[in-house]
């Protein structure tokens, strides 16, 4: 059974957004109120519950619900998805009596349509009712849209004075190369937190998690990952000790998730370990690092199993990171295939085939003698990808 954090209830609920025959409408919920804290898309056009959930922040930090429907992102609706977007909190808020102000909404799905208020209309009272009754699992895989698995990590902290517990969910397989977070995230803790503190560290778990992951170089109009801590659990974050180990718990399961999204990108079969070493910069060392993950050269020689270094290094070569070509030296796991700028000579295919094969593939690559560095996962290219979004709006 999952941990669940104290003082938390789940709801999920078949509306009929997108998808028939399931549960696309899913709820978490605080006894209490809750210190919140998010961190968004960096997408120009951002969607509609992006603004509102911003808004019920700025307004609050304290929340008591996270709202989420798969199927319909309500992005690029204009002032009217706004508006719709604030009617269906507004519908929720009174089905479970706290105020709107204390949701924060999420979407997900197809981009320009607006919502039918009608079938939230007759959604609504089936998620008030299911409130409580449901569990992490079945709200987690209401939120998926074209995820195969519902995506889940949890973590305790032992303290001396109690246990903490945080249960993360995430959705997210397609559309990825966040610039904050994935296409949506959530995680929920019983500590009592410091809000400044938690938003802190929420970011910062963020930077070393979801944003290095990418399945096809798309960041969502949708992006968002919150976090809601509600101190049910009568555990103080107030000393060092017990906010650095609280910090590691909710990174392992940001990490956690964010393997996950890569291990189940759409018609993903690999997942590529990217490792720059040696830059003039950390900021020389990402550029590489999307290069070669974002390339649908790489990503393609991946899934056909062909060590082609080729491409890795041509991706390296137009990333603009500022680098000597002649110091560079590509290696797939401990086995060196290029060396400061020369092939070596051998075998190389029979000797990598063993690894080609496997799912996880670590492509490291030193840019010379520099101590900046990055790390990124990234999936492979399939048929299916090009199958799953070329019918998506289906």
């Excluded at 008591?64 to 706004?82: D, F, S, Y």
């Excluded at 997942?271 to 990402?286: L, R």
């Excluded at 290029?338 to 029979?350: L, N, R, S, V, Y």
Aim: glycine share 8%; with cysteine.
């Amino acid at each position: 059974m999952i941990p669940v954090p104290k003082g938390y209830k789940f709801s999920a609920a078949a509306a009929g957004f997108k998808y028939k025959d399931r549960n696309d409408l899913a709820l978490i919920c605080s006894d209490v109120p809750a210190t919140a804290a998010g961190v968004f898309t960096t997408n120009r056009f951002q969607a509609a519950p992006i603004t509102v959930c911003k808004a019920n922040l700025e307004k609050d930090r304290k929340t008591r619900a996270l709202m989420i429907n798969a199927g319909l992102a309500n992005a690029c609706t204009g002032n009217e998805g706004i508006e719709d977007c604030r009617r269906t909190t507004e519908m929720v808020s009174k089905a479970i009596g706290i105020e709107s102000c204390e949701i924060l909404p999420a979407s997900t799905g197809v981009i320009g349509n607006r919502f039918d208020l009608s079938v939230w209309e007759a959604a609504v009272p089936k998620i008030a009712e299911a409130l409580g009754s449901t569990d992490a699992v079945k709200t987690a895989k209401a939120i998926m849209t074209t995820d195969t698995f519902p995506k889940l990590s949890w973590k305790k902290v032992d303290t001396a004075n109690g246990s903490i517990r945080l249960l993360g969910m995430c959705k997210g397989s397609g559309m990825i190369c966040p610039k904050m977070a994935t296409m949506l995230g959530f995680v929920i803790c019983d500590a009592d937190v410091d809000p400044d503190w938690w938003q802190e560290t929420l970011a910062r778990c963020i930077q070393k998690s979801f944003n290095c992951v990418t399945v096809d170089g798309d960041t969502s109009t949708n992006d968002c990952v919150l976090a809601l801590a509600n101190g049910a659990s009568g555990v103080k974050a107030d000393s060092d000790t017990v906010k650095e180990a609280l910090e590691q718990a909710l990174l392992d399961i940001c990490q956690a998730l964010s393997y996950m999204i890569i291990q189940d990108a759409e018609g993903g079969t690999k997942v590529m370990s990217i490792s720059v070493t040696g830059a003039e910069s950390d900021e020389d060392a990402e550029l590489v690092a999307r290069a070669v993950g974002n390339s649908p050269l790489v990503k393609t020689a991946i899934f056909g199993e062909d060590p082609n270094w080729g491409r890795i290094v041509a991706a390296a070569g137009r990333s603009e990171a500022d680098f000597d070509p002649d110091m560079l030296t590509l290696a797939f796991g401990d086995i060196i295939v290029f060396e400061k700028g020369c092939p070596i000579e051998g075998d190389i295919d029979a000797v990598l085939a063993p690894l080609m094969k496997k799912q996880d593939i670590a492509v490291n690559i030193s840019l010379g003698n520099g101590t900046g560095k990055s790390s990124l996962l990234a999936s492979d290219f399939t048929h299916d990808y090009v199958s799953i979004n070329a019918d998506y709006r289906s």
